[in-house]
């Protein structure tokens, strides 16, 4: 019997099969389909014998040996259909460069993401081919509406232009001698900044592990989000020390906010709740101690955090008008958890009072009696600033004014 | 329990063994055959308490499947065998070094062998060599009698031999050739250094027994159960990979007929 229409010949020359040969027989088999032949040519006699009981333990069929010219066996092996992976092949796909440069943005356009994912797929990166039999992994973010805004690769590759490095990005050495009391009211200010940024860090950590890998830059994204975050932490703490200010107090009503937010379950609820409202309010809180920073460290500490965070938001807000385009119930699911999280703050009153007396101290500039009331002045109008950017981060969300009033007067005094 | 349960025995060569028939056990009982499991610690205690009715099935190396049958008058149910029990070999591989060019120059050699109960790495290659002319009493055999009463499961006495190969305490050694593909697929023999020289004629391995006045019903309910394992099923591959087969195959007699003659004429 001839096998004319054998769709791969490879030369296996003298390889046994335990001496490298497979590195060629198995990619080889790879390329076709159950039931297409490969031709293997060796002048390896022990192959008369591996090769057959080989096919036989991976379930291809081994055909038969011929005889060719001198001392040449040529084995025909059909390739067996158990195992095989499942999906296409990817062919033709040579990623875009400009300037030299492949972005996270042009893969995505090469090898878009899938409708919905398979949670046996496993860790397999999209694209690759699966072998079935795999087992079911935990992931329970599997539809790309809810997880991958369209923008996802685009705000990935500016997170990763946008690193900044919190040791030598910083004019350290330009730490000037403040009075005491403007110190420990930095220290108190950096105190809180920090705390919060630990728990925006918590957050996103939690759903990268549920988020299946067809939609993984979504948790390059958060990834860089958290890398983020650590920075801010570090970056608010040495300049909490650097002066001498010291850290302050960490507040019960914080605390209490905090907790309302990392025992979010639900991952547009959290982005909604963390991006779009905490870190909203935040870029108004930064903004302020930028304007009344002292020193240029300060100044620029929270200049630098605030280009993050602005990231941050973005993404919040394009992920939830995206998951709010393709989900009619959301609207109301995210106003309960609105209310929700109010509820469990109703005992709590105004703005932490450490955190409202270190802003007023900075906004002052000293213990100045007259400079005291102009930063407590200053303290109030933040307050209605940072209302009035919710309400308009609200609507571009895609909520209706009235419904943006209700939920920024119900969001947390602890501003995240 | 009641007496639905299929009683089936094992030998415990691997603490794993624990973790297939657990699985198994789970999925018999999902496919409406209860079963449950007892483990020996070695196959000739098994064959014992099969052939006195305390299990119902016993899952036996060839050796101990053809005694099933000798003690049975060949009247034993042969049930099922996996894919890869069928057409097993035994190899000589010998060392590059060792001037071997027929199997005759294996006399005045030193050829390591596995366990005396190990069908592909003592028993029959020996058997074989002997059917090709070679006297053995001109070898001297390098045994490695580990895991006895394991018939060989545990392979450690076919690695031990590949090891003697290799380090060249002997010339040539005889391993199972699942053990020999395997090894090689996975990139752990030096095969500058050690070939494969002869391969036996085939033999089949592994079997289901059981006697033959078991009630019809616990055989049907077996083999439904058996057959409906599926490689493309993930709970089930993950049992039929720990068992080392992708599909159970019905049984077949043939296999065995030199297994039997070996028997009837011993070898060192």
Redesign the interface.
């Known amino acids: 019997m001839r096998y004319e229409n054998a769709a791969l010949a490879i030369d296996g020359g003298d390889l046994p099969l335990g001496g490298g040969l497979l590195a060629l027989i198995r990619p080889a088999l790879d390329l076709l389909e159950p039931g297409g032949t490969l031709a293997v040519n060796s002048l390896n006699q022990a192959l008369r014998d591996d090769l057959p009981r080989w096919c036989q333990l991976q379930h291809h069929e081994y055909l038969e040996r011929q005889q060719t010219a001198q001392d040449y066996d040529r084995h025909m092996i059909a390739r067996g259909a158990l195992s095989l992976p499942q999906g296409q092949r990817e062919h033709g796909i040579a990623l875009p460069q400009h300037d030299g440069q492949i972005s996270a943005a042009d893969v995505l356009k090469s090898v878009p993401m899938p409708e919905h994912a398979d949670p046996a797929s496993g860790f397999a990166p999209r694209g690759a081919r699966v072998e079935p039999g795999g087992p079911r992994y935990p992931f329970t973010l599997l539809d790309r509406d809810r997880v991958a805004p369209p923008e996802i690769a685009k705000l990935y590759d500016q997170a990763v232009a946008a690193q900044w490095n919190a040791n030598t990005d910083i004019p350290w050495h330009k730490t000037p001698k403040l009075p005491p009391e403007i110190e420990r009211a930095i220290g108190q200010v950096f105190t809180f900044l920090a705390e919060n940024e630990l728990s925006a860090l918590y957050l996103p950590s939690k759903f990268v592990s549920r988020i299946h890998p067809a939609y993984a830059e979504t948790a390059m994204f958060l990834s860089t989000q958290m890398a983020d975050e650590a920075r801010h932490m570090d970056v608010f703490l040495k300049r909490a020390r650097a002066g001498g200010g010291g850290l302050g107090v960490s507040s019960a009503t914080t605390s209490q906010s905090l907790l309302s937010l990392l025992e979010l379950e639900d991952f547009t609820e959290a982005a909604f709740l963390l991006s779009v409202l905490g870190e909203g309010t935040f870029l108004d809180l930064l903004s302020f101690i930028e304007a009344h920073a002292p020193d240029e460290v300060t100044a620029e500490v929270v200049r630098r955090a605030r280009g993050d965070e602005a990231r941050h938001v973005h993404f919040g807000l394009v992920h939830v008008r995206h998951a709010l385009a393709h989900d009619a119930t959301l609207y109301t699911r995210l106003e309960a958890a609105v209310r929700k999280r109010a509820a469990m703050l109703a005992n709590v009153g105004g703005a932490p009072a450490p955190l409202q007396d270190g802003l007023t101290v900075l906004a002052a500039g000293s213990i100045d009696t007259k400079a005291i009331a102009r930063g407590h002045e200053a303290f109030r109008e933040l307050l209605d600033t940072m209302h009035a950017s919710r309400v308009k981060r609200l609507k571009h969300a895609g909520f209706t004014n009235e419904q943006a009033e209700t939920l920024s007067d119900l969001h947390t005094p602890n501003f995240m | 329990m009641t007496n639905e349960t299929i009683l089936l025995g094992a030998v415990a060569y691997d603490a794993k063994v624990v973790t297939i028939w657990e699985g198994i056990r789970e999925y018999f009982l999902q496919q409406a055959a209860p079963m449950d499991f007892v483990l020996f610690s070695n196959y000739e205690r098994q064959v014992e308490l099969l052939l006195k009715g305390h299990i119902d099935i016993a899952w036996n190396t060839p050796l101990a499947h053809v005694r099933v049958q000798q003690q049975t008058e060949n009247r034993s149910l042969a049930l099922g065998m996996r ?2 029990d ?2 097993f ?1 035994a ?1 000589v591989v010998v060392r590059s070094d060792a001037s071997i060019s027929g199997l005759k120059d294996l006399e005045g050699k030193t050829l390591a062998v596995g366990s005396r109960d190990s069908t592909q790495a003592r028993i029959l290659p020996l058997h074989f060599l002997r059917s090709e002319g070679v006297d053995l009493e001109k070898i001297d055999l390098l045994k490695f009698d580990t895991d006895v009463g394991k018939h060989g499961d545990t392979g450690t006495s076919e690695l031990d031999v590949l090891a003697a190969v290799a380090d060249g305490r002997a010339q040539a050694g005889v391993v199972g ?2 053990i ?6 996975a ?3 030096d ?2 250094l050690i ?2 020289f002869w ?1 036996t004629p085939p033999f089949d391995h592994c079997m289901f027994d059981a006697l033959p006045d078991l009630d019809p019903a616990k055989v049907d309910r077996f083999k439904r159960a058996l057959f409906g394992m599926k ?4 709970e089930h ?2 049992l039929l990979e720990l068992e080392g087969l ?2 159970w195959m019905p049984p077949r007699e043939s296999g065995y007929d030199s297994l039997r003659d070996a028997l009837a004429n011993p070898t060192p």
Do not use: I, M, Y
Not at chain 2, 180 to 185: D, I, R
Not at chain 2, 231 to 234: G, I
């Open positions: 894919d890869s069928q057409d070999h190899r050739d699942l020999w593909v395997n090894e090689q697929a990139g752990h023999v095969t500058n070939q494969s391969t490689w493309d099923v993930p591959r993950r992708k599909v």
